[in-house]
């Protein structure tokens, strides 16, 4: 059993909610005010700069997600307050000294959704699904990065059909290579040179990922970050949630008990670690023939079961089908090469639930017009700092 959540918890969590016009957390713009959990129930405080800020559904919708993903909170009461003119010139201050300071600890915008593909296990489908999902995302006009964490184990690059290099550019960051339309950084990429080699070695999974975060020039306009985990709870994980607080996780399971175990402490580990699970996605459900005879070669359920456990949607069940392996092979990716495939329209489906339940980030401003206004008003203006 894992603890109930206490505020620290909670206060914790919603450093994982970004201001989508502010591009800070929630948390250090002091927006967030009287956290106090009783049982199962979290109400919270946020003062948003107008009551009637455009963003204010997503940034609740985020708070409440991340809040009952806590063990042991099952409701969040969110109460909206608008700010004093005061407060806003205080959060005014913090965004001006954040944007002067620009030090961001990585280069992916916190704007940028991040969804982690994880599970338990090898061998599950979770590159296959995370390139899929990925491209799929890509089709329906979002713009998505892929970042293959899984260090050693890389197969991103087989499965989009890439063998180009990495280079950096003259702020000498690593330069993203494109394939099918979306950006894509591994391990795979890297100039084999001896060097470059032995940097590698000496590195810590976890270093390896905070490299791929920081030293990569990534889109700033990036909609989605998907990220293709190595298998199980390891520091990878740990640090992907420190570093990117905005990550949230798919679960990939078969419909096997054994495999729905495992998943089921991945997922417990990413609560552990703030991260929100948006759902499950069980993946070789069941094999149906040509001639249409259906056999569930790994038993049936595991994903469904698993997600009613973790209190999280099913997001959707992909048969096995040789065309997801033959596209990983060829890199030319199911979703691509055979649309109409079950196993294709089930990813796509599925990529679907991921963008209703984690819509990209809103460029519709609230603050942003506040800024500007500030920007006007120059030094002046009440709160601003030197
Ligand atoms: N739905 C599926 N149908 C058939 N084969 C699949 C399916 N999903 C994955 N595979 C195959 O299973 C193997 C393992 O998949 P992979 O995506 O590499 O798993 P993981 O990243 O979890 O280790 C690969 O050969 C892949 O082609
Ligand atoms: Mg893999």
Same mark, same amino acid.
């Given at each position: 059993?894992?603890?109930?959540?206490?505020?620290?918890?909670?206060?914790? $969590?919603?450093?994982?909610?970004?201001?989508?016009?502010?591009?800070?957390?929630?948390?250090?713009?002091?927006?967030?005010?009287?956290? #106090?959990?009783?049982?199962?129930?979290?109400?919270?405080?946020?003062?948003?700069?107008?009551?009637?800020?455009?963003?204010?559904?997503?940034?609740?919708?985020?708070?409440?997600?991340?809040?009952? @993903?806590?063990? =042991?909170?099952?409701?969040?009461?969110?109460?909206?307050?608008?700010?004093? /003119?005061?407060?806003?010139?205080?959060?005014?201050? !913090?965004?001006?000294?954040?944007? %002067?300071?620009? $030090?961001?600890?990585?280069?992916?915008? /916190?704007?940028?959704?991040?969804?982690? !593909?994880?599970?338990?296990?090898?061998?599950?489908?979770?590159?296959?699904?995370?390139?899929?999902?990925?491209?799929?995302?890509?089709?329906?006009?979002?713009?998505?990065?892929?970042?293959?964490?899984?260090?050693? *184990?890389?197969?991103?690059?087989?499965?989009?059909?890439?063998?180009?290099?990495?280079?950096?550019?003259?702020? %000498?960051?690593?330069?993203?290579?494109?394939?099918?339309?979306?950006?894509?950084?591994?391990? *795979?990429?890297?100039?084999? #040179?001896?060097?470059?080699?032995?940097?590698?070695? *000496?590195?810590?999974?976890?270093?390896?990922?905070?490299?791929?975060?920081?030293?990569?020039?990534?889109? /700033?306009?990036?909609?989605?970050?998907?990220?293709?985990?190595?298998?199980?709870?390891?520091?990878?994980?740990?640090?992907?949630?420190?570093?990117?607080?905005?990550?949230?996780?798919?679960?990939?399971?078969?419909?096997?008990? @054994?495999?729905?175990? !495992?998943?089921?402490?991945?997922?417990?580990?990413?609560?552990?670690?703030?991260? /929100?699970?948006?759902?499950?996605?069980?993946?070789?459900?069941?094999?149906?023939?040509?001639?249409?005879?259906?056999?569930?070669?790994?038993?049936? =359920?595991?994903?469904?079961?698993? $997600?009613?456990?973790?209190?999280?949607?099913?997001?959707?069940?992909?048969?096995?089908?040789?065309?997801? !392996?033959?596209?990983?092979?060829?890199?030319?990716?199911?979703?691509?090469?055979?649309?109409?495939?079950?196993?294709?329209?089930?990813?796509?489906?599925?990529?679907? %639930?991921?963008?209703?339940?984690?819509?990209?980030?809103?460029?519709?401003?609230? #603050?942003?017009?506040?800024?500007?206004?500030?920007?006007?008003?120059?030094?002046?203006?009440?709160?601003?700092?030197?």
């Amino acid at each position: 059993m894992t603890a109930a959540a206490t505020r620290q918890d909670v206060e914790a $969590a919603l450093r994982g909610v970004v201001d989508p016009e502010l591009g800070a957390d929630i948390v250090e713009l002091g927006m967030v005010r009287n956290v #106090t959990v009783q049982g199962p129930v979290a109400t919270i405080d946020i003062a948003l700069t107008i009551a009637a800020c455009p963003m204010r559904d997503q940034i609740e919708s985020d708070v409440k997600r991340k809040v009952t @993903a806590l063990p =042991g909170i099952s409701e969040a009461v969110v109460h909206v307050v608008a700010m004093t /003119p005061e407060q806003r010139a205080d959060l005014m201050a !913090v965004a001006r000294r954040r944007a %002067r300071e620009g $030090a961001a600890p990585t280069m992916v915008n /916190p704007l940028t959704r991040v969804i982690a !593909v994880g599970s338990g296990k090898g061998g599950v489908g979770k590159s296959s699904l995370s390139v899929n999902l990925a491209v799929a995302m890509q089709l329906a006009g979002f713009r998505v990065g892929l970042l293959d964490a899984d260090i050693w *184990g890389f197969s991103v690059p087989r499965m989009l059909g890439t063998s180009d290099r990495l280079e950096a550019n003259a702020d %000498r960051k690593i330069v993203p290579i494109e394939a099918h339309g979306i950006q894509v950084v591994s391990t *795979g990429l890297l100039v084999e #040179t001896e060097e470059t080699a032995l940097m590698w070695r *000496g590195l810590m999974l976890s270093k390896a990922l905070e490299q791929f975060l920081r030293d990569v020039a990534w889109d /700033p306009d990036l909609d989605y970050l998907v990220v293709d985990m190595p298998p199980g709870t390891g520091d990878v994980q740990m640090a992907l949630s420190r570093l990117l607080p905005q990550s949230e996780m798919v679960v990939v399971t078969t419909p096997q008990k @054994a495999a729905q175990k !495992v998943a089921a402490r991945v997922a417990d580990m990413a609560r552990r670690s703030y991260m /929100p699970v948006v759902g499950v996605i069980e993946n070789m459900s069941g094999f149906t023939t040509e001639a249409g005879d259906h056999y569930d070669l790994f038993g049936v =359920g595991g994903g469904e079961e698993l $997600a009613n456990d973790l209190g999280v949607p099913l997001l959707g069940r992909v048969p096995l089908d040789p065309l997801v !392996v033959s596209g990983g092979d060829d890199g030319s990716p199911v979703v691509v090469a055979h649309a109409d495939a079950p196993s294709a329209r089930a990813i796509t489906a599925a990529m679907r %639930r991921i963008v209703e339940l984690v819509p990209p980030a809103e460029d519709e401003t609230c #603050t942003a017009r506040i800024a500007v206004l500030m920007a006007a008003l120059g030094d002046q203006a009440p709160g601003a700092r030197p």
